[in-house]
Nanobody, 121 residues
Framework: QVQLVESGGGLVQAGGSLRLSCAAS????????MGWYRQAPGNLRELVAS???????NYADSVKGRFTVSRDNAQNTVYLQMNSLKPEDTAVYYC???????????????WGQGTQVTVSS
C-alpha cells in the first residue's frame, strides 16, 4: 500500500552535519503532514520536526536553530538537514506521514523503518 523509505543516516563527529531523506510511495492520495521522530535507547520516541503540505513547520526545542525540515510535495519526500550535531542527537530517526490512501476514507499514520544517527564526541 504505502512505503516510507529513509536514507542518509550514519556516523558523524560532534559539530558535523547530516541530511536525512524520506520518500513516500504507493497508493497515496495526499499527505497532510510529514515529519521526523527519534528514539534513543531507553527513551520514548519524540518529535524532532514536522512540516505540513502548506509549509508550516514545527520543531522540538532541542533542535531549533540547528535542524531544518523541508518537503517536496510533488515527490512526496521530506528532508531533515541536521547541523551542529551533538552526541545527544544520537538516536534512531523515523520518518512519519499522515496521509490519505486513494479510495480509502480517513487519514492514516505511516512510519518508516528508521535510520541510525550516531554523533561521536
Amino acid at each position: 500500500q504505502v512505503q516510507l523509505v529513509e536514507s542518509g543516516g550514519g556516523l558523524v563527529q560532534a559539530g558535523g552535519s547530516l541530511r536525512l531523506s524520506c520518500a513516500a510511495s504507493g497508493s497515496i492520495f495526499s499527505i497532510s503532514v510529514m515529519g521526523w521522530y527519534r528514539q534513543a535507547p531507553g527513551n520514548l520516541r519524540e518529535l524532532v520536526a514536522s512540516i505540513t503540505s502548506g509549509g508550516r513547520t514545527n520543531y522540538a526545542d532541542s533542535v531549533k536553530g540547528r535542524f531544518t525540515v523541508s518537503r517536496d510535495n510533488a515527490q512526496n519526500t521530506v528532508y531533515l538537514q541536521m547541523n551542529s550535531l551533538k552526541p545527544e542527537d544520537t538516536a534512531v530517526y523515523y520518518c512519519n506521514a499522515i496521509l490519505l490512501i486513494t479510495g480509502r476514507p480517513g487519514q492514516q499514520v505511516w512510519w518508516g523503518q528508521g535510520t541510525q544517527v550516531t554523533v561521536s564526541s
